[in-house]
């Protein structure tokens, strides 16, 4: 099955620097790789996505960016701000997997005032 | 807005009991998951189900069952809990096909087996 490892494990920035989560999966025929991300006590929620098709899509102050010949992709944000001090988690999917999401260990940021 | 509902926040069981967590959502989804979550190790899928009456297991079924007799309603049974299972449950579902992709969460169960 799918094998998603993510780094690092946490991630102190300092406000208004960027911050960058990188996460490698084994399965060649993955193409779907969301991130979400899970603030103190709530659920997750995915807050961008990325298809195999496409090597970079960005929302604002996130982006993430996918290199299938390496099997890696990244979630870079940018200009950090208290609020995206949280957990976040990468996955990995496909069709063939019957489109189950297999998710890496999560890395905790902390942004600091 | 999707709804995704869980019958318990915090839960606390005895050694050997029978627990029941049970997951609603509103959204007329096709696919309904239940994942645990443990520091360090993410978000592990213990079984999905892709309509009623269909369940297959995830990465670590040992230990649970599944019921899904209606399409809103999925729930996650430990015929007899220990320890090790004390963790965070979750709940998802979502849409069929490549709009499986994106799952909705709900907002957890924190299962203590003491």
């Known amino acids: 099955g799918e094998n998603v490892e993510q780094h690092p494990s946490t991630l102190s920035v300092q406000e208004g620097d960027s911050a960058v989560i990188k996460c490698t999966y084994s399965?060649?025929?993955?193409?779907?790789f969301p991130w979400y991300k899970q603030e103190l006590g709530k659920r997750p929620q995915l807050i961008i996505d990325?298809?195999?098709?496409?090597g970079e899509k960005k929302d604002q102050r996130i982006a993430v960016t996918l290199n299938k010949t390496a099997k890696h992709f990244s979630l870079h944000i940018t200009e950090t701000q208290p609020e995206d001090s949280a957990v976040y988690f990468c996955?990995?999917?496909?069709?063939?997997?019957?489109?189950?999401?297999?998710f890496g260990a999560g890395t905790t940021v902390t942004v600091r005032a | 807005d999707v709804k995704v509902t869980q019958s318990s926040r915090y839960l606390v069981k005895r050694t050997g009991e029978k627990v029941f967590l049970e997951c609603v959502q509103d959204?007329?989804?096709?696919?309904m998951f239940w994942y645990r979550q443990d520091p360090g190790l993410g978000l592990r899928l213990i079984y999905f189900?892709?309509?009623?009456?269909?369940?297959e297991k995830g990465d670590i079924p040992e230990g649970y069952s599944v019921s899904r007799e209606k399409k809103e309603r999925f729930s996650l049974i430990l015929e007899s809990a220990s320890t090790n299972q004390t963790s965070m449950y979750l709940c998802?579902?979502?849409?069929?096909?490549?709009?499986?992709?994106?799952?909705?969460f709900g907002p957890g169960t924190r299962l203590t087996v003491t």
């Open positions: 996955a990995a999917s496909s069709f063939s997997n019957d489109y189950k999401l297999s």
């Open positions: 959204m007329d989804h096709e696919n």
């Open positions: 399965d060649s025929a993955s193409n779907y």
């Open positions: 990325i298809r195999s098709n496409v």
């Open positions: 189900s892709y309509d009623v009456k269909m369940k």
């Open positions: 998802a579902s979502s849409l069929p096909g490549t709009a499986a992709y994106e799952q909705y």
